[in-house]
């Protein structure tokens, strides 16, 4: 697990406009992501009554009101701005309720994955997810891959 969050680290210094705010959050996130597996399969293994669509259920929940919380308190000023100017419309919150609906699929599968493997195993081939849905989008949007930009 160390390795992973070492890796993401370094690959945010090749970045021009690093950050160490970003560097940091990047860690958080990472770190995060980590503890989160770790603990829910905890609770599973401590509670053995709950299925794992329960438990990731109250993750969510729990999660998505801390999220709340920060977003309004952190970023309240930017969304109000946004709304009054009209550049939040009916097409743009379609496509975000549909990004989460997305991203909660997502995150089910992952966790039903997690509970049925070993954590270390489930992080490699989480590591693998970047590289597939690279691979995808080039093939996807037809972009032109140089040998460099492979490597």
């Not at 697990?1 to 945010?12: E, K, N, R």
């Not at 980590?34 to 293994?45: M, N, P, Q, V, W």
């Not at 009054?84 to 009916?90: D, F, L, Q, R, V």
């Not at 919150?93 to 195993?121: C, E, P, R, T």
Request: charged share 10%.
């Amino acid at each position: 697990l160390i390795m992973i969050v070492v890796g993401a680290g370094m690959s945010a210094f090749n970045e021009s406009n690093l950050s160490l705010t970003g560097l940091g959050l990047l860690v958080v996130s990472n770190i995060g992501f980590t503890f989160r597996s770790i603990l829910a399969k905890g609770i599973k293994d401590k509670h053995r009554g709950l299925d794992n669509i329960n438990i990731f259920f109250h993750c969510c929940w729990r999660g998505a009101i801390v999220q709340s919380i920060i977003v309004t308190l952190l970023d309240a000023d930017v969304v109000l701005t946004l709304y009054t100017s009209g550049a939040i419309h009916s097409g743009l919150i379609y496509k975000a309720i549909m990004n989460g609906i997305a991203y909660f699929v997502y995150l089910q599968s992952s966790f039903i994955i997690l509970s049925k493997m070993g954590v270390v195993s489930h992080t490699v081939g989480n590591s693998l997810r970047r590289p597939v849905c690279i691979g995808f989008a080039v093939v996807y949007f037809q972009n032109k891959v140089t040998e460099m930009a492979i490597m």
